[in-house]
């Protein structure tokens, strides 16, 4: 895999909070003015007891899929920059989504549940005190869990109508219409897309009138939603097991990126669709996929059992058949399936750069320990009696940064939070016309219940292609 020449990536925790329930979805709020809040959504499976005299052989009481749902405002300071300001108990969420664009007057929340719900929220109050407040609902119908949801609105600019398109586990394809106030969500139209659970369904942001959905039958599809005919626009076979993700491109026009259980990233341009631009095989199932806000050849990916990646796709943008996408960095933190992720729009000032992560648990309990993936060791360095304290990534070797497969960055072994000293390690200083980008980003994982914040550093003497 081609290494790009002059870049330097780098990954650091700030901080990583106890969400109690299995962590699956997280994204920061689009809406100017908003950029601070961040929503992350649970799902916790709890097996109901059998009843006093039976056997317990077969029980015969399903599962109940408890959710909770997290709202963090992030400020930019030290030692805890990200703060709970509010939890709300409701069935076990599956997505969620931030309209980009707000909603009379409010950002709104779109939550997928798993009672085939889905169910819209705005934000009331200031950056310094808000809080999330139901608007409305809509029954996806018969027993099923809504498993995705995606709004017309990528583009960050107004659409009329508004649209939302959910997909469900009865493999069916809904599309929703939202009053101008935020007050009212109905089903516009349903359809069949797929044989088995359609775990994805996303817009075409260049063209709202066009979504897309991926399903357990390995099926990639396209529809027009002005007809009502339901006939795909086209069928992909391309990905060899369940399409998980797909995202259209906000910043550029008929590009494709599509994820699946069978480890790859597809890009597509969507006037060519019998084959994919590129196909990068990421070690993992890949369950989300987000296009970084501001620089468009970046593209985040969640990766199940092999953490989250960042591409760069840069060749795939200029239309070039570049077979693979260039893997930048890794962050392999955390410690189960790698689920929800997604890039901030905050810029991030240097005043976080001395800090090491922090651990909050929801109790105020402090864990005595943290087991790393792959062999990697903490180093936990108890600060206060409070419910944080330090966790410092040691690792054996440092690695270069954008190697093509990845890795972390580690962080100083003293117990500063400062990245290693480069001159040690035999690199070349940093050019004068070297350019910096910082971006910072909220991963969550599964079975081990956490959600990480995290910056990503990059820096280049000349573009990355």
């Known amino acids: ?25 997280v994204e920061w709020c689009p809406v100017e003015g908003w950029h601070n809040i961040l929503a992350c959504g649970t799902y916790q499976l709890k097996k109901t007891e059998s009843e006093p005299g039976q056997s317990g052989i077969e029980d015969n009481n399903p599962p109940v899929r408890l959710g909770r749902l997290y709202l963090y405002s992030f400020e930019d300071q030290i030692f805890t920059p990200l703060t709970e300001i509010q939890r709300l108990e409701m069935a076990a969420v599956l997505d969620l989504k931030w309209c980009h664009v707000p909603i009379a007057g409010h950002p709104v929340l779109g939550i997928a549940n798993a009672q085939g719900v889905v169910k819209l929220a705005h ?15 809509v029954d996806l119908g018969d027993d099923c869990l809504a498993l995705s949801l995606d709004w017309s609105t990528g583009r960050e600019q107004g659409s009329h109508p508004l649209r939302l398109v959910s997909s469900d586990s009865k493999g069916r394809v809904s599309l929703l219409s939202v009053d101008e106030s935020g007050s009212s969500v109905d089903v516009l139209d349903q359809w069949k897309g797929h044989d088995f659970e359609a775990w994805i369904a996303a817009f075409d942001y260049w063209n709202p009138h066009v979504v897309y959905s991926g399903g357990d039958d390995c099926k990639l599809q396209g529809w027009d939603t002005r007809g009502s005919s339901r006939v795909p626009l086209f069928t992909s076979e391309q990905h060899s097991m369940g399409v998980c993700s797909i995202q259209s491109h906000p910043l550029r026009e008929n590009l494709l990126a599509t994820g699946s259980y069978d480890e790859h990233v597809l890009l597509w341009d969507i006037r060519k669709m019998k084959q994919p631009l590129a196909d990068t095989h990421v070690q993992g199932g890949v369950w989300r996929l987000k296009w ?20 760069n796709c ?12 260039t893997i930048l960095s890794s962050y392999a933190l955390h410690n189960s399936l ?18 090491p992560a922090t651990l909050t648990t929801q109790e105020g309990h402090q864990r005595a320990s943290w087991e790393g993936p792959k062999g990697q060791n903490f180093k936990i360095i108890y600060e206060s009696p409070t419910a944080t304290f330090d966790v410092l990534l040691e690792e054996e070797e440092t690695q270069p940064p954008c190697q093509a497969e990845g890795t972390v960055a580690p962080q100083g072994p003293s117990g500063d939070g400062r990245a290693p000293d480069t001159k040690a390690n035999g690199d070349v200083p940093a050019a004068k016309d070297q350019r910096e980008e910082t971006s910072l980003l909220a991963t969550c994982s599964f079975y081990d219940n956490v959600l990480h914040v995290w910056k990503w550093e990059v820096s280049r003497s000349s573009p990355l292609a």
């Open 1 to 25: 895999m081609r290494i790009e020449m002059a870049s330097k990536c780098k990954t650091k925790t700030l901080q990583v909070v106890d969400t109690e329930y299995s962590a699956d979805a």
């Open 123 to 137: 934000l009331i109050g200031n950056k310094k005190s808000c809080k999330l407040q139901p608007l409305c609902s």
């Open 292 to 311: 970084h806000p501001f620089q468009e050849q970046w593209l985040l990916a969640a990766c199940m059992h092999n953490g989250f990646v960042i591409l």
């Open 314 to 325: 840069q060749k795939g943008l200029e239309e070039e058949n570049q077979e693979k996408c």
């Open 338 to 355: 790698a689920y929800g992720a997604d890039w901030s729009r905050l810029p991030v000032s240097h005043t976080l750069e001395p800090s």
